[in-house]
């Protein structure tokens, strides 16, 4: 009876199928489509999340690009102010080129030969340039010394023993020598260096020292030389790349007429004195 009334059921739902429109589905196709649908909620979950850690990736590269810009507002501040002191500084050196070529246009100011010597000794050194309206004498540094080293390297003996001998000639016998040394920006951080130089000040005073012992060793009277350091506070770069840097760490040798006030050098201000 059982049999009978479930094979009824069946008939009876197939007609009401047949009757209605239905498409009758079997148990295997039911179970295909519960698994495609199972595939397809996953893969939305999966779009979801890609979603979504698109969108955090899309925030995090929002503020890196905020902070990014920041920092570029700041480096151009920072480079504004350098560029102002640079300017600053330039302005200060033109006056103090005016006033030496002022002095040097005048009676007792440097013979034609000799700055025609130096000129000449500036043609046969790369590492040496000379202003023959000013007499200043500028040596690259990266020449004459290692990195954080006030240690003169033998090969820059030459050119100093080339300066000495011009300025022992006869008519350079009343100029004097202001050597003046000068540093990039960058603190003075590693040792050895670090044990024996403070800072840029002291760094610039020692090789100026040691460019001015090694003059005097050469041969020029220690009576006519003067020694100056300055550390990173006079540049002729904006310090913002290594070339800049380098232009920057220099020794310049001031050749003067005795009428050119020094501070310091009693001789040339007697009225100060």
């Not at 008519?171 to 951080?189: I, K, Q, S, W, Y």
Request: some cysteine.
């Amino acid at each position: 009876m059982p049999a009978f009334r479930r094979a009824m059921s069946a008939t009876l739902l197939l007609a009401l199928a047949s009757l209605t429109g239905c498409k009758v589905v079997s148990l295997s196709q039911w179970k295909a489509l519960e698994a495609q649908k199972a595939q397809l909620v996953k893969l939305k979950e999966a779009q979801e999340a890609r979603i979504a850690s698109l969108q955090t990736h899309c925030r995090q590269i929002e503020d890196q690009l905020m902070r990014a810009e920041e920092d570029l507002a700041l480096l151009e501040e920072q480079y504004g102010l350098q560029g102002q002191r640079l300017v600053n500084y330039r302005r200060q050196r033109d006056l103090l080129r005016q006033q030496i070529l002022g002095t040097a246009a005048r009676p007792g100011g440097m013979p034609a030969g000799l700055k025609a010597r130096l000129t000449q000794i500036a043609s046969q050194f790369p590492s040496l340039q000379f202003d023959p309206q000013t007499g200043v004498s500028k040596l690259d540094t990266d020449i004459l010394f290692d990195f954080g080293s006030a240690e003169l390297k033998p090969g820059s003996e030459a050119v100093l023993r080339e300066l000495v001998q011009v300025l022992n000639l006869p008519e350079a016998a009343e100029l004097r020598v202001l050597v003046a040394g000068h540093t990039d920006d960058r603190p003075v951080a590693r040792k050895p260096a670090r044990d024996l130089f403070r800072d840029n000040f002291h760094l610039s005073a020692a090789r100026a020292l040691a460019v001015s012992e090694k003059l005097v060793e050469l041969g020029l009277d220690d009576s006519r030389v003067a020694v100056a350091g300055f550390g990173s506070h006079q540049p002729v770069a904006p310090n913002l790349t290594p070339r800049d840097r380098q232009k920057n760490r220099r020794v310049e040798i001031f050749v003067m007429a005795p009428q050119v006030p020094v501070i310091g050098w009693t001789e040339t201000i007697p009225t100060v004195y």
